[in-house]
């Protein structure tokens, strides 16, 4: 008997799959504003709460399941919610931000390297809406400029240790690409909310 077909590599799959849920995450507010070149810090704000209230619970998460991750996945270098505080409090805005009651399930490894792949993705993102907002004369971005120079090498290392978890057959890649899509369903869903 043949073998059955080998699915596509995770990183490929990811792309392809989450696309259309990808491209709706874009159509937020902020992005539209940013792109139309009429974004205000008022704007930048309220993305940043909207964020910090997706993103806290998530990190929460991620933390409280550390176990899951050796230290080469470098966690510690992973968590931004106290970025947004602290840009939010530059840009006038010290009250705690509403937090997104509706988080994806995020209990498995697996359902946690999907909506990594989105959040950790959003980091190569945030260099370039720095740059836009530095053009818009919007100073406090400290979330999206997070990692700087190290942004790059950390998503490349995320990357790795997916294509790893997914090839060794540690991780059911079907798993990681349902809690990646249903994370960008969620995002998409908190941003636009108003």
Known sequence: MPNP??????????????????DAVEQNPFNLALAAGTVTAADTARFLAKMYGFLA???A??????????????LDQRYRAP?????????GHDAAPPLYPGLPPLGTRAQLLGAMYVLEGSTLGGQVIA????????APHAFFTGRAERTGPLWKGFCQHLTEAAETGSEEPAAIVASAVHTFQA???WLNQR
């Open 83 to 91: 970025l947004i505080l602290k840009d939010l409090a530059r840009l």
């Open 187 to 189: 995002l998409s869903a």
């Open 5 to 22: 077909p080998e699915s596509p590599a995770i990183l490929p799959r990811l792309r392809h799959e989450t696309r259309p849920f990808h």
């Open 57 to 59: 619970p998530y990190e």
């Open 61 to 74: 998460q991620l933390h409280a399941h550390a176990t899951f991750f050796g230290p080469a996945w470098q």
């Open 131 to 138: 740059r836009q907002l530095d053009k818009a004369g919007i």
